[in-house]
Protein backbone atom coordinates (compact mmCIF):
# COMPACT_ATOMS: atom_id res chain seq x y z
CA UNK A 1 0.00 0.00 0.00
CA UNK A 2 1.58 3.40 -0.92
CA UNK A 3 2.56 5.41 2.03
CA UNK A 4 -0.76 8.26 0.98
CA UNK A 5 -3.36 5.35 1.29
CA UNK A 6 -1.80 4.11 4.25
CA UNK A 7 -1.94 7.63 6.44
CA UNK A 8 -5.50 7.63 5.43
CA UNK A 9 -6.17 4.56 6.29
CA UNK A 10 -4.63 5.48 10.07
CA UNK A 11 -6.34 8.43 9.90
CA UNK A 12 -9.63 6.50 9.93
CA UNK A 13 -8.71 3.92 12.26
CA UNK A 14 -7.62 6.59 14.78
CA UNK A 15 -11.44 7.24 16.60
CA UNK A 16 -11.39 3.22 17.27
CA UNK A 17 -7.53 2.96 17.84
CA UNK A 18 -6.70 -0.04 16.09
CA UNK A 19 -3.01 -1.24 16.21
CA UNK A 20 -1.24 -1.45 12.99
CA UNK A 21 1.86 -3.13 12.04
CA UNK A 22 3.70 -1.85 8.72
CA UNK A 23 6.39 -3.51 7.08
CA UNK A 24 8.53 -2.99 4.01
CA UNK A 25 12.17 -3.09 2.96
CA UNK A 26 14.39 -1.06 4.87
CA UNK A 27 15.04 2.47 4.45
CA UNK A 28 11.75 3.52 2.87
CA UNK A 29 10.19 5.33 4.95
CA UNK A 30 8.26 3.56 7.21
CA UNK A 31 8.94 5.87 10.38
CA UNK A 32 7.72 8.96 8.76
CA UNK A 33 4.05 8.03 8.30
CA UNK A 34 3.87 7.80 12.22
CA UNK A 35 5.38 10.92 12.99
CA UNK A 36 2.84 12.60 9.69
CA UNK A 37 -0.12 10.95 11.52
CA UNK A 38 0.61 13.17 14.94
CA UNK A 39 0.60 15.57 13.21
CA UNK A 40 -2.74 15.21 11.54
CA UNK A 41 -4.09 13.61 14.65
CA UNK A 42 -2.34 16.81 16.56
CA UNK A 43 -0.71 14.02 19.19
CA UNK A 44 2.39 13.88 21.13
CA UNK A 45 4.52 11.22 18.89
CA UNK A 46 6.27 8.48 21.80
CA UNK A 47 9.64 6.70 19.05
CA UNK A 48 10.70 3.58 20.94
CA UNK A 49 13.27 1.78 18.87
CA UNK A 50 12.50 -1.90 19.33
CA UNK A 51 15.86 -3.61 19.11
CA UNK A 52 17.06 -1.37 21.78
CA UNK A 53 14.95 -1.47 24.37
CA UNK A 54 15.73 -4.17 27.42
CA UNK A 55 12.52 -5.98 29.42
CA UNK A 56 13.74 -3.44 31.98
CA UNK A 57 12.44 -0.62 29.67
CA UNK A 58 8.79 -1.94 30.01
CA UNK A 59 9.38 -1.08 34.27
CA UNK A 60 10.94 -2.50 37.27
CA UNK A 61 10.14 -3.27 40.58
CA UNK A 62 10.67 -1.60 43.20
CA UNK A 63 10.45 -3.41 46.64
CA UNK A 64 7.73 -1.75 49.22
CA UNK A 65 9.81 -0.78 52.60
CA UNK A 66 8.29 -3.29 55.33
CA UNK A 67 5.75 -5.28 52.82
CA UNK A 68 5.90 -8.57 51.01
CA UNK A 69 4.65 -7.25 48.01
CA UNK A 70 5.92 -4.66 45.92
CA UNK A 71 5.24 -2.47 42.99
CA UNK A 72 6.81 -1.70 39.48
CA UNK A 73 7.89 1.86 38.62
CA UNK A 74 6.60 2.52 35.13
CA UNK A 75 8.83 3.47 32.37
CA UNK A 76 9.17 7.26 31.99
CA UNK A 77 7.68 7.09 28.31
CA UNK A 78 4.62 5.39 29.22
CA UNK A 79 1.80 8.03 28.69
CA UNK A 80 -0.34 8.90 31.94
CA UNK A 81 -2.61 12.15 31.10
CA UNK A 82 -6.23 10.99 29.68
CA UNK A 83 -7.12 14.02 28.27
CA UNK A 84 -3.50 13.93 25.97
CA UNK A 85 -3.49 12.72 22.51
CA UNK A 86 -0.43 10.22 21.48
CA UNK A 87 0.79 7.88 18.81
CA UNK A 88 3.73 5.67 19.98
CA UNK A 89 5.66 3.93 17.99
CA UNK A 90 7.60 0.51 18.07
CA UNK A 91 10.05 1.48 15.63
CA UNK A 92 12.10 -1.99 13.92
CA UNK A 93 9.84 -4.38 16.06
CA UNK A 94 10.69 -7.64 13.95
CA UNK A 95 14.07 -6.97 15.05
CA UNK A 96 12.97 -7.64 18.47
CA UNK A 97 13.54 -10.95 20.26
CA UNK A 98 10.48 -13.10 21.81
CA UNK A 99 11.10 -11.70 25.37
CA UNK A 100 10.31 -8.02 24.20
CA UNK A 101 7.51 -9.08 21.79
CA UNK A 102 5.76 -10.98 24.42
CA UNK A 103 5.65 -7.35 26.64
CA UNK A 104 4.72 -5.73 23.78
CA UNK A 105 2.14 -7.76 22.78
CA UNK A 106 -0.17 -7.51 26.15
CA UNK A 107 -0.03 -4.15 25.30
CA UNK A 108 -0.68 -3.94 22.01
CA UNK A 109 -3.60 -6.33 22.77
CA UNK A 110 -4.70 -5.45 26.53
CA UNK A 111 -3.64 -1.66 26.36
CA UNK A 112 -2.06 -2.44 29.74
CA UNK A 113 1.56 -2.89 32.00
CA UNK A 114 1.90 -4.17 35.26
CA UNK A 115 -1.42 -2.82 35.89
CA UNK A 116 -1.19 0.41 34.46
CA UNK A 117 -4.05 0.98 31.65
CA UNK A 118 -3.05 3.29 28.31
CA UNK A 119 -5.51 5.91 28.11
CA UNK A 120 -8.45 6.01 25.41
CA UNK A 121 -6.31 9.52 23.18
CA UNK A 122 -3.42 6.47 22.99
CA UNK A 123 -2.75 5.00 19.33
CA UNK A 124 0.10 2.25 19.13
CA UNK A 125 1.53 1.30 15.07
CA UNK A 126 4.50 -0.47 15.14
CA UNK A 127 7.10 -0.84 11.87
CA UNK A 128 9.86 -3.71 10.99
CA UNK A 129 11.28 -5.22 8.08
CA UNK A 130 10.24 -8.13 6.32
CA UNK A 131 12.00 -11.50 6.99
CA UNK A 132 13.02 -12.16 3.08
CA UNK A 133 15.09 -8.48 3.52
CA UNK A 134 17.71 -10.36 5.57
CA UNK A 135 17.89 -7.56 7.30
CA UNK A 136 18.18 -8.67 10.74
CA UNK A 137 13.86 -9.02 11.15
CA UNK A 138 12.55 -12.11 13.31
CA UNK A 139 9.16 -13.66 12.86
CA UNK A 140 6.79 -11.87 14.34
CA UNK A 141 4.99 -13.97 17.35
CA UNK A 142 1.76 -15.80 16.50
CA UNK A 143 0.02 -14.37 19.53
CA UNK A 144 1.31 -10.77 18.56
CA UNK A 145 0.56 -10.90 14.87
CA UNK A 146 -3.42 -11.69 15.73
CA UNK A 147 -3.44 -8.58 17.65
CA UNK A 148 -2.94 -6.09 15.11
CA UNK A 149 -3.48 -5.33 11.50
CA UNK A 150 -0.78 -5.69 9.33
CA UNK A 151 -0.21 -3.36 5.91
CA UNK A 152 2.84 -3.70 3.54
CA UNK A 153 4.69 -0.34 2.84
CA UNK A 154 5.27 0.17 -0.88
CA UNK A 155 7.82 3.58 -1.80
CA UNK A 156 6.34 5.08 -5.06
CA UNK A 157 8.03 8.26 -6.11
CA UNK A 158 4.97 10.35 -6.45
CA UNK A 159 4.35 9.89 -2.22
CA UNK A 160 8.27 10.32 -1.77
CA UNK A 161 8.68 13.74 -3.51
CA UNK A 162 5.37 15.01 -1.64
CA UNK A 163 6.86 14.45 1.27
CA UNK A 164 10.74 15.15 0.02
CA UNK A 165 8.92 18.57 -1.40
CA UNK A 166 7.75 19.61 2.49
CA UNK A 167 10.85 18.31 4.29
CA UNK A 168 13.72 20.25 2.40
CA UNK A 169 15.02 17.50 0.71
CA UNK A 170 17.52 19.37 -2.32
CA UNK A 171 15.31 20.35 -5.44
CA UNK A 172 18.82 18.72 -7.68
CA UNK A 173 17.89 15.15 -5.49
CA UNK A 174 14.29 15.30 -6.20
CA UNK A 175 14.81 16.54 -9.65
CA UNK A 176 17.38 13.69 -10.40
CA UNK A 177 15.22 10.79 -8.43
CA UNK A 178 12.12 11.92 -11.17
CA UNK A 179 14.20 11.54 -14.11
CA UNK A 180 15.51 8.19 -12.37
CA UNK A 181 12.91 6.87 -10.55
CA UNK A 182 14.47 3.18 -10.46
CA UNK A 183 17.16 4.24 -7.79
CA UNK A 184 14.77 5.80 -5.60
CA UNK A 185 14.56 2.12 -3.70
CA UNK A 186 16.88 -0.48 -5.17
CA UNK A 187 17.01 -2.49 -2.37
CA UNK A 188 19.54 -5.86 -2.73
CA UNK A 189 20.78 -7.60 0.97
CA UNK A 190 23.54 -8.86 -1.41
CA UNK A 191 24.83 -5.57 -1.23
CA UNK A 192 26.71 -3.11 0.92
CA UNK A 193 25.41 0.15 0.45
CA UNK A 194 21.68 0.14 -1.14
CA UNK A 195 19.90 3.24 -2.92
CA UNK A 196 17.00 4.03 -0.22
CA UNK A 197 14.17 7.26 0.48
CA UNK A 198 16.29 6.99 4.20
CA UNK A 199 20.16 6.48 2.65
CA UNK A 200 19.66 9.52 0.10
CA UNK A 201 17.88 11.89 2.12
CA UNK A 202 19.98 11.66 5.11
CA UNK A 203 23.23 10.26 3.15
CA UNK A 204 23.57 12.59 -0.02
CA UNK A 205 20.48 15.42 0.46
CA UNK A 206 21.99 16.49 4.03
CA UNK A 207 25.49 16.68 2.72
CA UNK A 208 25.11 18.51 -0.73
CA UNK A 209 26.84 21.71 -1.23
CA UNK A 210 28.33 20.94 2.36
CA UNK A 211 31.22 18.52 1.61
CA UNK A 212 33.91 19.37 -1.31
CA UNK A 213 33.12 19.14 -4.59
CA UNK A 214 35.80 16.70 -4.88
CA UNK A 215 34.86 14.54 -2.32
CA UNK A 216 31.05 14.78 -3.04
CA UNK A 217 31.10 11.00 -5.53
CA UNK A 218 32.66 9.69 -2.43
CA UNK A 219 30.68 10.50 0.07
CA UNK A 220 27.46 9.65 -2.02
CA UNK A 221 28.89 6.42 -2.81
CA UNK A 222 29.44 6.11 1.11
CA UNK A 223 25.66 6.16 1.32
CA UNK A 224 23.84 4.72 -1.53
CA UNK A 225 26.59 2.40 -3.44
CA UNK A 226 28.63 3.24 -6.64
CA UNK A 227 26.43 3.12 -9.36
CA UNK A 228 23.32 5.17 -7.93
CA UNK A 229 26.50 7.71 -6.59
CA UNK A 230 28.18 8.15 -10.01
CA UNK A 231 24.59 8.96 -11.82
CA UNK A 232 23.93 11.56 -9.36
CA UNK A 233 27.31 12.96 -9.50
CA UNK A 234 26.95 13.34 -13.52
CA UNK A 235 23.73 14.63 -13.13
CA UNK A 236 25.12 17.58 -10.79
CA UNK A 237 28.05 17.77 -13.42
CA UNK A 238 25.02 19.23 -15.92
CA UNK A 239 23.28 21.16 -13.05
CA UNK A 240 26.51 23.21 -12.82
CA UNK A 241 26.96 23.15 -16.45
CA UNK A 242 23.70 25.08 -17.18
CA UNK A 243 23.34 28.36 -18.17
CA UNK A 244 22.89 31.40 -15.63
CA UNK A 245 19.42 30.76 -14.36
CA UNK A 246 19.24 34.55 -13.43
CA UNK A 247 20.44 35.43 -16.71
CA UNK A 248 17.98 33.39 -18.52
CA UNK A 249 15.21 34.69 -16.13
CA UNK A 250 15.93 38.18 -17.35
CA UNK A 251 14.84 37.47 -21.19
CA UNK A 252 12.14 33.73 -20.20
CA UNK A 253 10.60 34.52 -23.53
CA UNK A 254 13.47 34.19 -25.98
CA UNK A 255 15.93 32.12 -23.67
CA UNK A 256 16.83 28.49 -24.80
CA UNK A 257 14.95 25.72 -23.84
CA UNK A 258 17.12 22.61 -23.54
CA UNK A 259 15.90 19.27 -25.04
CA UNK A 260 17.40 16.64 -22.82
CA UNK A 261 15.41 15.26 -20.41
CA UNK A 262 18.37 15.34 -17.91
CA UNK A 263 18.95 19.16 -18.29
CA UNK A 264 15.25 19.76 -18.51
CA UNK A 265 15.35 18.08 -14.41
CA UNK A 266 18.35 20.08 -13.78
CA UNK A 267 16.95 23.39 -15.00
CA UNK A 268 13.32 22.88 -13.41
CA UNK A 269 15.02 22.23 -10.06
CA UNK A 270 17.54 24.70 -10.34
CA UNK A 271 14.87 27.57 -11.01
CA UNK A 272 12.56 26.09 -8.19
CA UNK A 273 15.30 26.76 -6.03
CA UNK A 274 15.80 30.48 -6.91
CA UNK A 275 12.00 31.52 -7.13
CA UNK A 276 11.47 34.55 -5.03
CA UNK A 277 8.23 36.56 -5.22
CA UNK A 278 10.20 39.29 -7.00
CA UNK A 279 10.96 36.75 -10.22
CA UNK A 280 8.05 34.41 -9.82
CA UNK A 281 5.94 35.37 -12.89
CA UNK A 282 8.91 35.47 -14.89
CA UNK A 283 9.83 31.65 -13.63
CA UNK A 284 6.20 31.02 -15.02
CA UNK A 285 6.82 32.43 -18.07
CA UNK A 286 9.89 30.05 -18.65
CA UNK A 287 8.34 27.09 -17.19
CA UNK A 288 5.49 27.70 -19.60
CA UNK A 289 7.56 27.28 -22.83
CA UNK A 290 9.17 23.45 -21.05
CA UNK A 291 7.26 20.38 -21.32
CA UNK A 292 4.51 20.68 -18.68
CA UNK A 293 5.33 17.74 -16.52
CA UNK A 294 8.81 19.42 -15.86
CA UNK A 295 6.59 22.86 -14.79
CA UNK A 296 4.73 20.82 -12.74
CA UNK A 297 7.75 20.09 -10.94
CA UNK A 298 8.97 23.03 -10.68
CA UNK A 299 5.87 25.39 -9.53
CA UNK A 300 5.36 22.23 -7.19
CA UNK A 301 8.93 23.10 -5.30
CA UNK A 302 7.79 26.81 -5.79
CA UNK A 303 5.03 26.69 -3.91
CA UNK A 304 5.64 24.54 -0.76
CA UNK A 305 8.76 26.03 -0.43
CA UNK A 306 7.00 29.39 -0.17
CA UNK A 307 2.97 28.99 0.02
CA UNK A 308 2.71 32.92 -0.70
CA UNK A 309 3.29 32.17 -4.33
CA UNK A 310 0.40 30.10 -4.26
CA UNK A 311 -1.60 33.30 -3.48
CA UNK A 312 -0.66 34.86 -6.41
CA UNK A 313 -1.97 35.66 -9.78
CA UNK A 314 0.32 34.40 -11.87
CA UNK A 315 -0.20 31.26 -10.00
CA UNK A 316 -3.75 30.78 -10.87
CA UNK A 317 -3.01 31.39 -14.18
CA UNK A 318 -0.72 28.46 -14.31
CA UNK A 319 -2.70 26.17 -12.50
CA UNK A 320 -5.98 27.06 -14.87
CA UNK A 321 -3.78 26.19 -18.50
CA UNK A 322 -2.03 23.19 -16.76
CA UNK A 323 -5.44 21.58 -14.88
CA UNK A 324 -5.54 18.72 -17.56
CA UNK A 325 -1.98 17.72 -15.93
CA UNK A 326 -2.78 18.64 -12.48
CA UNK A 327 -5.86 17.11 -11.79
Keep these: MRSSLILKTLVALWDIKRPVYIIGPPGGGKTSVGKQLSRLVEARYIH ?28 HWWPTDPDERVV ?3 DDRGQCGADIQKVMANIIEERELHGHRLPENVMIIST ?11 RVLTHLADRETEIEFDTTLDDWTTWALENDVAPSLIAFLRFKSNLLHDFDPQRP ?4 PRSWVKGVSAIVDVVPLEAEFACFKGAVGEGPAGEYAAFRKIERELP ?10 NSDVPTSPATLYALSGGIAARATNANFS ?3 TYLNRMPPEFG ?22 WSVDNQDVLF
Design 282 to 284: RCI
Design 48 to 75: LHGPNMLVEDFGVPDVIHGAITFRYIMP
Design 296 to 317: VLAVSYIVRKDPELGLTQAFID
Design 88 to 90: ICF
Design 128 to 138: GNRVQDKAGAN
Design 244 to 253: NIDHLLLDPE
Design 193 to 196: KNPT
